[in-house]
């Protein structure tokens, strides 16, 4: 099998992500998506990308060394 590297996740990737996250965050998440007008699965990917690199606001941006 396969598997296709993105520079992105997808909507059924946030799904299943959103699932397996405690309700907080989850809630938090869904809360800050709506109040940015954004899609979960960019929401998703900047707080992903934000912890690894505080520069980084996507996947594509992020250089988890940057500043060390």
Do not use: H, W
Not at 18 to 44: G, Q
Request: net charge negative; hydrophobic share 45%.
């Amino acid at each position: 099998m396969q598997v296709e590297v993105l520079e992105r996740i997808s909507s059924k990737d946030a799904e299943v992500i959103l699932k397996f996250l405690p309700e907080r965050i989850r809630a938090a998440i869904i809360a800050r998506s709506k109040e940015i007008d954004y899609p979960i699965e960019a929401t998703l990917e900047m707080a992903i990308a934000s912890f690894l690199d505080t520069e980084a606001i996507s996947f594509a941006d992020c250089k988890p060394n940057r500043g060390y």
